[in-house]
C-alpha cells in the first residue's frame, strides 16, 4: 500500500506539514501518548518505575508499520487497540502497566492535540515571516498609488501599502487567534470519569477509605499526564464535548482565509493585462510555453477552499459518552485541515518574500480611464448636471485637472498604513 505524498494536495507535499502530519507523525505521537501516561503513573505510584521506564522507553523506540496498523484498527474502529497490544507484546515484564486504566480516546485524542501543537508551531512560525514582509511592502509603498477595485471594476485611488497592510491585519488576528489555542490533553478512562484511575490509586492506597478508590489522586492524574505530554490540563475530560476540537478547525479556518486573500488578489493583480505584480516562482504551463502562471498563489487559494470543508466536519455532535462515527470522522479531517494550512502558510511564506511589484503599471492602471477613476471626487465639487455632462464625454476629462489626481485623493490611506504597521510593531 502506498503512502499518501500528496499528489493531489501539491500545497502541502514537501512542507514542514506533511513531515509534521504523516501516518508516521501520528503513530509517534499515539505512543508518546503511552509513554507519557505510564510516566505519569509512576510518579503518583499507581505502576512501578521500572516498568514505566520499561515502558517509555519502548514507546520511545518502538517501530510499526502505519499500513499494517490500520488494517489491523479495521477491528475495533480505531488503531490504538492494536498498537496497545503491540507495545504490550514489546515490555512482556510490564505489559501489565501498559495503557493502565485508559482508554483508546484518550490516547488518540491526546495525540491529535500533540499533533497539531506541532502544526502549529509551524504556522505561527511562517505567518511570523510573511507578516514581516508584508510590513515591509506596506511601509515601502505606503504611497504607491493603484487602483481600489470593487466588483471588479476601478472605484477609487488607494496605495499598494494599503492593500499589504490590509492582508498584514488579516493574519495578525489569524496568528493571535492560533496562539490563544491552549491544546488540552484528554484522559478520562472509559467513559470520562476516571474510575479505574481510582480504583487503582485506592488499591494501593490505605487512606482510600470505605469505596477503596482515591478520586484526588485520579484528578491530580490528569494534570501530571498533561504535564508529561506538554499539553493544557484541562478541568475534565471532553471525550464528548468536542469544543477543542471546533475551536481549532475555527482557528485554522481563519488562518487559511487570512493567507487565501492575498493569494487572490495577487491572482488578479498579476494577470497580463493587468501586470501590477508577480509572482518569483517560474509557474509554467504544459502547453502554453509563453505563461508564467501564479502558481504559489493558486495553491494557496486552494487550500483556503479546502480548510473550512474540512473544518465542518470537526466537534459534530456525538451520542452520550462515545461518539458512534462522529469522533471517528474527525481524524481525517483534522489531519487535512493541519496539513493544508501549513502547506499554504509555508507556499504563501514563498509567495510574499519573492513578490515583484511594479508601481510604474500601478499607476498607468489607475490612469486607464481618463480621470473617471476620481469621479467620486468631482462628485464632491460639482453639481449633478456637471458631472453627467463631464462623465458622459468620451476621452479623457479635459476638465477639472486639478481634481484628477489620483495621489491627491488617497483619504487616510497612508495614514492607515501607518496605523497598522504600529499595531504590528507592538505585538510580540
Known amino acids: 500500500m502506498g503512502s499518501d505524498g500528496g499528489l493531489l494536495a501539491p500545497v502541502w507535499a514537501g512542507t514542514r506539514a506533511e513531515a509534521i502530519t504523516s501516518d508516521a507523525a501520528w503513530l509517534r505521537a499515539m505512543l508518546e501518548a503511552e509513554g507519557a501516561l505510564a510516566r505519569a503513573q509512576a510518579r503518583l505510584g499507581l505502576i ?5 521506564a520499561a515502558i517509555d522507553r519502548t514507546a520511545a523506540t518502538l517501530v510499526l508499520d502505519p499500513a499494517d496498523l490500520a488494517r489491523r484498527a479495521r477491528q475495533s474502529a480505531n488503531p490504538v487497540v492494536p498498537l496497545v497490544a503491540d507495545l504490550r507484546r514489546a515490555v512482556p515484564g510490564a505489559a501489565s502497566s501498559v495503557h493502565r486504566g485508559a ?4 490516547i488518540l485524542d ?9 502544526a502549529i508551531r509551524g504556522i505561527v512560525g511562517d505567518l511570523s515571516a510573511i507578516m514581516r514582509d508584508l510590513s515591509e511592502l506596506a511601509e515601502r509603498h505606503r504611497d504607491t498609488v493603484m487602483a481600489a477595485r470593487t466588483l471588479g471594476q476601478q472605484a477609487v485611488p488607494t496605495t499598494f501599502g494599503l492593500k499589504a497592510a490590509g492582508w498584514l491585519a488579516g493574519l495578525m488576528r489569524a496568528r493571535a487567534r492560533l496562539r490563544e489555542l491552549r491544546l488540552p490533553a484528554q484522559l478520562g478512562g472509559a467513559a470520562g470519569t476516571l474510575a479505574a484511575f481510582a ?7 490505605p487512606a482510600a477509605g470505605a469505596r477503596g478508590a482515591d478520586a484526588g489522586t485520579a484528578l491530580l492524574l490528569a494534570e501530571v499526564f498533561a504535564e508529561e505530554i506538554g499539553l493544557a490540563a484541562p478541568p475534565m475530560p471532553w471525550h464528548a464535548e468536542r469544543s477543542p476540537v471546533t475551536e481549532l478547525g475555527a482557528a485554522l479556518t481563519a488562518t487559511a482565509r487570512a493567507l487565501g486573500k492575498p493569494a487572490t488578489d495577487i491572482v488578479l493583480m498579476a494577470q497580463t493585462e493587468v501586470g501590477e505584480v508577480a509572482e518569483s516562482s517560474a509557474g509554467s504551463s504544459s502547453a502554453m510555453p509563453q505563461k508564467r502562471n501564479p502558481a504559489l498563489s493558486v495553491l494557496v487559494r486552494s487550500a483556503a477552499f479546502q480548510v473550512p470543508a474540512y473544518a465542518q466536519i470537526l466537534g459534530q455532535v456525538g451520542e452520550h ?9 474527525e481524524w481525517l479531517p483534522l489531519r487535512e485541515a493541519l496539513r493544508l494550512t501549513g502547506g499554504a502558510a509555508e507556499t504563501a511564506a514563498e509567495l510574499v518574500a519573492g513578490l515583484r511589484v511594479f508601481p510604474d503599471r500601478m499607476r498607468a492602471n489607475a490612469e486607464l480611464t481618463g480621470g473617471r477613476l476620481l469621479a467620486e471626487r468631482l462628485a464632491a465639487h460639482l ?19 486639478e481634481l484628477l489626481d489620483p495621489a491627491a485623493y488617497l483619504g487616510a490611506a ?7 504597521l504600529a499595531t504590528y510593531r507592538e505585538q510580540p
Open 48 to 52: 512501578p518505575s521500572e516498568a514505566a
Open 321 to 329: 459518552e462515545r461518539a458512534a462515527g462522529a469522533w471517528q470522522a
Open 414 to 420: 497612508p495614514e492607515l498604513v501607518d496605523r497598522i
Open 199 to 205: 480504583e487503582h490509586a485506592g488499591a494501593s492506597s
Open 103 to 106: 482508554t483508546s480516546q484518550d
Open 383 to 401: 453639481d449633478r448636471k456637471a458631472l453627467d455632462e463631464a462623465l458622459s464625454a468620451e476621452g479623457p476629462l479635459q476638465d477639472h485637472a
Open 110 to 118: 491526546s495525540a491529535a492535540m500533540l499533533v497539531a501543537t506541532r
